[in-house]
């Protein structure tokens, strides 16, 4: 069964930076994409990027295209996510999901991980 | 970028009852690319429906999508107390990929 395991909670000074990862398992991982979704308290949730797990190809939401990294090791099967220059705004709870190549359909997420920025 | 807005905000509804909600989209959803989610307290999101009226894999079909352009309805046609929860439509026809705000369905 498909399978996306995030890394734990995170608390870090504003002006910091975060790396995130999310494990798949269950799949083939190089046929999807992985995107990154984030939910800050009581807002909606917002999409931040996602990489084509099979060559690398990026795409990033212009909001978080010169903060967000997204990078793949597919001899581990694991995404990671690194978001630079935190500030309280970033706080949030950020989801991994699998999503067809072809679209952005996000079929299946991780459980989720808090980020809390604080100084 | 394309902005989702949902309604009602918040749906009290009994067991067994319909719920139909509502999500409009700022301008027009190409080729359908609308979904919905459900989201329960302290879990991920879980795909219902795609291309607007496409259930997902294990989604019963009492849950129905229609629409087309700007507007979407997420239709749920006998509630199960399962279904008490929050639902989020989402465009991927454009990037940015949007959500809406969500609609809170909430037992009566």
């Known amino acids: 069964q498909v399978q996306l395991v995030q890394s734990g909670a995170e608390v870090k000074k504003p002006g910091a930076s975060v790396k995130l990862s999310c494990k798949a398992s269950?799949?083939?991982?190089?046929?999807?994409?992985m995107d990154w979704v984030r939910q800050a308290p009581g807002q909606r949730l917002e999409w931040m990027g996602w990489i084509d797990a099979g060559n690398a190809n990026t795409k990033y939401s212009q909001k978080f295209q010169d903060r967000v990294t997204i990078t793949r090791d597919t001899s581990a099967n694991t995404v990671y996510m690194e978001l630079s220059s935190l500030t309280s705004e970033d706080t949030a709870v950020y989801y991994c999901a699998r999503a067809p190549i072809v679209a952005t359909i996000l079929d299946f997420w991780g459980q989720g991980t808090l980020v809390t920025v604080s100084s | 970028e394309i902005v989702l807005t949902q309604s009602p905000g918040t749906l009290s509804l009994s067991p067994g009852e319909r719920a139909t909600l509502s999500c409009r989209a700022s301008?027009?959803?190409?080729?359908?690319?609308l979904a919905w989610y459900q989201q329960k307290p302290g879990q991920a999101p879980r795909l219902l429906i795609y291309?607007?009226?496409r259930r997902a894999t294990g989604i019963p079909d009492r849950l129905s999508g229609i629409g087309s352009g700007t507007d979407f309805t997420l239709t749920i046609s006998r509630l199960e107390p399962e279904d008490f929860a929050v639902y989020y439509c989402?465009?991927?026809?454009?990037?940015?990929?949007?959500f809406g705000q969500g609609t809170k369905l909430e037992i009566k």
């Open positions: 291309g607007a009226s």
């Open positions: 269950g799949y083939t991982f190089a046929t999807y994409t």
């Open positions: 301008e027009s959803v190409s080729s359908n690319y």
């Open positions: 989402q465009q991927y026809s454009s990037s940015p990929y949007t």
